[in-house]
C-alpha cells in the first residue's frame, strides 16, 4: 500500500479551499463539484477536500493506492470491508476498518490524478 494523500471531509468545501490556500496550498483540480485537490504548486495531490456525508461519518484520513481495487477486494475478503469498491470521481475506491475501527481508505486512482507510475499531474478544472 502506498500513501497517495489523504482526505478531509469538510462542510464548507469553497471556505476550505480558500482557508488552505492561506496556508501555501494550491488548488490543483476540481474532479467534481463536491471533491478539490490540493497541494504543492505544480505538485501532486496531498490534500483532497470533499463535501459528502458519508465520508464526514468516516472522518479525516489517508488513503492508499493497492492497484486493482477490485481485485483488492476480492482477494482480502477478511477485511472488515465499509464500502465495496465504486466509481468516484478520483478513480476506483472502497474502505474498510482497521481492528480499531479506524477506516483505511484504497483507490485505484483516475489517470488524470497524475498518481500512477510514470504519469505526471495533468490539470482536470482549475478554480479562479
Request: hydrophobic share 40%; aromatic share 10%; glycine share 10%.
Amino acid at each position: 500500500m502506498k500513501l497517495l494523500f489523504e482526505v478531509r471531509p469538510v462542510e464548507h468545501l469553497e471556505a476550505s479551499v480558500d482557508y488552505y490556500r492561506g496556508l501555501g496550498l494550491e488548488t490543483l483540480g476540481w474532479p467534481d463539484d463536491e471533491t478539490a485537490l490540493l497541494g504543492a504548486p505544480a505538485g501532486r495531490p496531498t490534500i483532497v477536500l470533499v463535501r459528502d456525508p458519508a465520508e464526514a461519518a468516516l472522518g479525516a484520513g489517508g488513503v492508499y493506492e493497492v492497484g486493482d481495487v477490485d481485485e483488492f477486494y476480492q482477494s482480502h475478503g477478511e477485511l472488515d470491508w465499509l464500502i465495496a469498491p465504486v466509481s468516484t470521481a478520483l478513480g476506483r475506491y472502497a474502505v474498510f476498518a482497521d481492528r480499531t475501527g479506524l477506516c483505511i481508505r484504497v483507490l485505484d486512482p483516475d489517470p488524470h490524478l497524475g498518481t500512477a507510475a510514470g504519469t505526471t499531474f495533468r490539470q482536470y478544472a482549475v478554480a479562479s
